[in-house]
């Protein structure tokens, strides 16, 4: 009886010891990043799940509480797909990209603001203060009408310009920003923003330490029908390499692309995660291996070297 009782002490205590070291292994990127910015790009199928979309908000909270500075921007293409459907006009894409005409267009902002105010909810209700705007509020994001392979595909924009003061001032006020992207010609007609063009370009006007993709992507892969070659972390040339090769192809190429762009104008390291893993964010930064992939800087200094 004695043993045993002595055993389950053990074994409580080796949970507790486990905790620690998880605490332990965390505290290097805290004080890494304290007072860094870093913008979470948030969308797909985790957006749906009521669960999930809260352990996401969680783990940005999270981050804001341990001294970092995030900004979410995020989508709503599933949501827009269901509303569409409802009022019965058929979803269209051309290269990946919404065809959005002007009902589209207006569906589409409605339901958009609707997932905004919803995510500033979950972040009021765990005791941090959020702010929720689109990208037309104070001329946030400036965009020009994008163009399918030169083909028309509607309101769709490309963004020219970031208004990063308003972004830097709801920072330094303590808020945390929860941006929808939209945006405004210099016409002042309203425009969908691809989600991760948006989030890219707010990352490089803002010149955070980290942006990172949440989506129904795990991370990049050597090879694209293994998911045992998810690769940890990856420079942008050895990036390149795999696109040129064809390791990279289809829609991962424009957001590898998006993630590329970043690098090179200022922003430190981006991450691909798989929103749908409970807390995958909190997984990638605070752990030496992390669970996606991270892509660096040709010269940047590597955290995990392989098992």
Same mark, same amino acid.
């Given at each position: ?99 959005? $005409?002007?009902?589209?267009?207006? *569906? %589409?902002?409605? /339901? ?6 919803? +995510?500033?909810? @979950? ?72 989600? $991760?063009?948006?989030?890219?370009? *707010? %990352?490089?006007? /803002? ?6 993709? +949440?989506?129904? @992507? ?90």
């Amino acid at each position: 009886m004695r043993l045993e009782r002595r055993s389950n002490m053990k074994a409580n205590m080796q949970k507790y010891l486990d905790k620690a070291e998880v605490l332990i292994e965390a505290l290097p990127y805290i004080q890494k990043f304290n007072r860094k910015i870093i913008v979470v790009k948030y969308g797909g199928s985790a957006m749906l799940d009521e669960e999930l979309k809260r352990n996401v908000i969680e783990d940005v909270t999270l981050l804001k509480l341990v001294g970092f500075k995030p900004i979410i921007v995020h989508g709503g293409g599933k949501d827009i797909n269901k509303w569409l459907e409802k009022v019965g006009k058929e979803p269209e894409f051309k290269n990946g990209l919404r065809v959005t $005409d002007a009902e589209t267009m207006e *569906i %589409a902002e409605m /339901v958009l603001g609707r997932v905004n105010k919803s +995510l500033v909810q @979950i972040v009021e209700s765990l005791g941090v203060r959020a702010i929720g705007i689109s990208g037309k509020d104070g001329g946030l994001l400036k965009v020009e009408k994008k163009y399918s392979c030169g083909e028309d595909i509607g309101f769709v924009g490309d963004v020219k310009e970031v208004n990063a003061s308003i972004l830097y001032d709801l920072l330094e006020k303590d808020f945390l920003p929860v941006v929808c992207s939209v945006g405004l010609d210099e016409d002042y007609h309203t425009y969908n923003i691809n989600a $991760d063009d948006a989030a890219s370009a *707010i %990352a490089k006007a /803002v010149g955070a330490e980290k942006l990172a993709f +949440l989506s129904d @992507i795990e991370g990049v892969y050597k090879d694209a029908e293994d998911p045992d070659t998810i690769i940890a972390e990856i420079t942008v040339e050895e990036a390149k390499g795999l696109i040129d090769n064809g390791s990279i192809n289809g829609g991962m190429i424009p957001k590898i692309q998006n993630c590329i762009e970043a690098i090179e104008n200022g922003v430190e390291r981006v991450h691909i995660l798989d929103g749908r893993i409970p807390h995958c964010l909190l997984l990638e930064i605070f752990t030496h291996k992390g669970i996606g992939t991270a892509i660096l800087k040709n010269d940047g200094s590597r955290f995990y070297y392989g098992e």
